[in-house]
Every structure is written in structure tokens, then in C-alpha cells.
DNA sequence: GGCTCTTTGCAACGAACAGTTGCAATCACG
DNA sequence: CGTGATTGCAACTGTTCGTTGCAAAGAGCC
């Protein structure tokens, strides 16, 4: 068989601006932040980013792909490196820490919420598995692994439901509840769920 | 001062049909499960319905107000009254698991998701605080004092963590890793949780 | 500089959907 | 049976998504 269509080599003629790239992902995420993510208007966001309608559709094939393109420049670096600092507590608090902050935005917020409602949102639920389950889930294994060491984890508790739990507390306080997550609020958080792994210290 | 505009006062004529009203919100929820928040088309839902789309405006001034009363007659009774089961843990379980089995349904999922985008839709936001957090909040308190008065509650710990802990860790599973919410998992949750605020037994 | 092929701006357009309005038919209730 | 409402229907406005054709401009290469 023939090589169906070999993709049209096309190295000539001016090249697309990463300026206007850059633009228009910045005025997405700051239209998603501000008209969340139902009342987000690309011609909004192209007039944001000084640039016309139609070279934001030339980039990007539909509304959704753009949502999705500008979230996954966000998320990514956020949960990647968690510090060792000696203690479960000090490690949680580590690692959480930047969520905490991300959420504390109103575009980490955004971000948050394009997530949860993901069914209507294929892609941006794909990146929101990607970037944020994967390596934070791999941070906890490594962490969990340095408390056992220590001797400050109990044999029987499930490694799999400390990040539900913690980062499903910060989601609910931030986007139920409304209310913001503090550092003294984040280290009750964290306390409670060191002391239910923790060795039962008995007489 | 009169009375500016005594409502006029309607009894006669065809009263509206409650079998109309019944079939629009049972249409809308099916149609809030299947296409999610965004894509709810009220003219889909008036089809749904073997409706036609004028009528469901006239009851309905807005398609967030008609979603918003769907959600209305779903999410109240889900954590009214939870038993009181003689221990702490046997009392979380009863309270989460009817919204365990909320979350299991695609309609309750579509119910969370809308009132965590909250800010798009003022209305849901405010009647998800209204029937979610507040009997919640109430049903953990007693929880809480009848745990203390069998003496399965530490001094020191958080009251109104609890419910953010094991609500959020639900939603998490359920939105985001898009993993059921089984008996075993839920009791795992509610054990951390328990030796997270139960006394330290110490010699 | 000049050539080539592209991106960009612009205006106009079609389709889908929210929400409205006027009219005719229907129907519950007194 | 008559009254005054609801309901169905068709047509309409306005907004937004996404597309298309055309003219202008610009980056790289000779």
C-alpha cells in the first residue's frame, strides 16, 4: 500500500507567533476564573488576548480543546516534588501544601471544578487523571515508605486513602464550603489523618 | 402604606397540571445525568417530557431555575436522620452510606458536580449549602456527643473536620477517580477516621 | 530586495439554543 | 355551560459556536 497522504511537509512561510499562543492561554484561564466554566466565551477570551476570533479557532479546534489546553499549563507542577522533611506530619503538610495554595486561587479553583465535572469534558478529565493522580500518587507511596520506616505507621492502613481523604477535604472545604484553607487548618487536616495511621500505642 | 399589588387572586380557570411539573423535573435530572450540567438542552428535556418547550418556560423563568428545582426534590432527604447505632463508627457508616449510595447513582453524581460549579449557578450553590451542609451539620453533632459520652472521642479533636474528611474523601473517589464507593471502602474511611479522633491508649 | 507560503484580521454566514410572544385549542371547575 | 386559565404551536429575537472566503501582512530564504 501507498503511504496515504505523507502529511504535507510545509516548512515555509511565516511561522505562528508563540505570543499569541501564550496570550490567548492566559486570558482562557483568566476568563475561566472569573465566568467559570459554563459562561466562558472564546470571543471573550480572543478579545482578552487582543487577537481575533478566528485565529483562536485556527489553533484550536473547539472551545473544549482550548479549556483543556490552557488547564493542562496550570496543573501540572503542583503536586510533583514533595520534601523530605523528617516526619509524616511535616511530609503531608509538604505536599499539600501547593494544593492548598493552587485552590487558594480563583484559577486553581477553575481548574478544580472543570475537573469534577469532567463527563462533559473528556479531555479535561484525561489531563486532571494525568497530572494530577499520577504524581501525587507516587509522592505519597515514597512518603508513606519513609513513616514506615520511622515507625509512625500503623501495619494495617490502607496507603490508598490518604490522598481521598486529605485532598477530598481541601476540595470540600474550598469549593462547599467556600471558605479558605488556612495553615493552622491544614495541620488539624493533617493531624487527624497522622494520628488514624498511626501505631495504636497501647499499655 | 396599601398593599402595593394584592397578587390578584386567581382561582378559577384550569389549574396547572401537577402531572406536567412532576415529568419536566424526572425529565431534567435524566437529562442532567446523561449530558451533564453544560450540555442540558431544556428542549431536549421538554421532549423528555412529551412537553412542549413554552410550557416549561412559563413555570420555569431560566434553564438554572428549572435545574435548580430538579435538584431540590432529590438532594433533601439523603442525610436527614442518621441512626444512632451505639458506636462511633456504626453512626458515620449510617450517616455516609445513604450518600455513598447517593453518589452511586449517575443523577446524584450530576447533582455534586452542579453544586461544586457552583459560582456558574448561584442558585444550586445556595441550595446545596442550604439541604447538604446544613442537616449534616446537625446530625454530626449528636453523633459527636454521644461518641464523647462513651468516651470514643479525644479531647482535643476537630468537631467540623469530620465531615469535610469523609465527605470530600466520597467525592474524590467518586468524581474524580470515578471508583465506587463499596461497603469495605467506606468502613475503611470511617476506621481512619475513628482512630484519627479516638484517645491515644497510652501505658 | 523579491518570492513564497503562511498567519492574521475581517466580515459574513449557518446552525444551535435561550427565552419571548401571539394565537388557537383545550380543559378543569363553578 | 361558560369562564378563565393552561397547553400546543409557530414564529421571532438575540447570543454564541464554529466556518468560510478574501485581503493584508510578515517570516524565512534565494
Redesign the pocket.
Known amino acids: 500500500m501507498a503511504r496515504t497522504t505523507p502529511p504535507?511537509r510545509?516548512?515555509?512561510?511565516?511561522?505562528?507567533?508563540q505570543?499569541?499562543?501564550d496570550a490567548v492561554l492566559e486570558a482562557t484561564l483568566a476568563e475561566l476564573a472569573t465566568a467559570g466554566l459554563e459562561g466562558?466565551?472564546?470571543?471573550?477570551i480572543?478579545e482578552r488576548a487582543?487577537?481575533?476570533?478566528?485565529?483562536v479557532?485556527?489553533?484550536w479546534?473547539?472551545?473544549?480543546a482550548?479549556i483543556a489546553a490552557a488547564l493542562e499549563g496550570l496543573a501540572v507542577d503542583t503536586m510533583a516534588n514533595a520534601p523530605d522533611t523528617g516526619s509524616l506530619r511535616g511530609d503531608l503538610i509538604g505536599l499539600l501544601r501547593p494544593v492548598a495554595t493552587f485552590l487558594g486561587r480563583a484559577e486553581g479553583r477553575a481548574v478544580a471544578r472543570a475537573a469534577l465535572a469532567a463527563p462533559a469534558e473528556p479531555h479535561v478529565a484525561e489531563l486532571a487523571a494525568r497530572s494530577l493522580e499520577g504524581p501525587a500518587a507516587t509522592a505519597i507511596e515514597a512518603l508513606v515508605a519513609r513513616a514506615r520506616a520511622r515507625g509512625e505507621w500503623r501495619g494495617g492502613a490502607p496507603v490508598d486513602l490518604v490522598l481521598p481523604t486529605l485532598v477530598g477535604a481541601l476540595l470540600h472545604r474550598t469549593l462547599l464550603e467556600h471558605a479558605d484553607t488556612g495553615a493552622a487548618w491544614l495541620e488539624d487536616v493533617v493531624d487527624l489523618v497522622v494520628s488514624g495511621v498511626a501505631p495504636r500505642e497501647h499499655a
Open positions: 504535507r510545509r516548512d515555509t512561510g511565516r511561522p505562528r507567533g505570543h499569541v499562543t466562558t466565551r472564546i470571543e471573550r480572543a487582543q487577537v481575533h476570533k478566528t485565529t479557532y485556527r489553533r479546534p473547539t472551545r473544549e482550548l
